[in-house]
Nanobody, 123 residues
Framework: QVQLVESGGGLVQAGGSLRLSCAAS????????MAWFRQTPGKEREFVAA????????PYADSVKGRFTISRDNANNTVYLQMNSLKPEDTAVYYC????????????????WGQGAQITVSS
């Protein structure tokens, strides 16, 4: 049974930092492209960042470029999202996802999803 479990969410003041972790079980992430998406109430889930199997490609959404960093530790089967200079508009539920294809902005390319972690940024 495949599980992706996000952790590290919480409440932070604007300008602060948080690091999300996504621990995988039931699959070996080195065989998957991984990504983070986020969603706020009433809005579509949106792409945040992705990372290819060997971390050679790391596309980001324009809204987070230069502030967020995605990384992966294949040995520990974990993916991370380091979030710096957080803004109130970053408030959302953040989801980890795994794709057996290439890294992509498109959520339908991802077969497995975590349950989500809430990030709240106060102004």
């Amino acid at each position: 049974q495949v599980q992706l479990v996000e952790s590290g969410g919480g409440l932070v003041q604007a300008g602060g930092s948080l690091r999300l972790s996504c621990a995988a079980s039931g699959l070996t992430i080195s065989n998957y492209a991984m990504a983070w998406f986020r969603q706020t109430p009433g809005k579509e889930r949106e792409f945040v960042a992705a990372i290819s199997r060997r971390a050679g490609s790391t596309p980001y959404a324009d809204s987070v470029k230069g502030r967020f960093t995605i990384s992966r530790d294949n040995a520990n089967n974990t993916v991370y999202l380091q979030m710096n200079s957080l803004k109130p508009e970053d408030t959302a539920v953040y989801y980890c996802a795994a794709s057996s294809g290439t890294s992509s902005y498109t959520q339908t390319r991802y077969e497995y999803w975590g349950q989500g972690a809430q990030i709240t940024v106060s102004s």
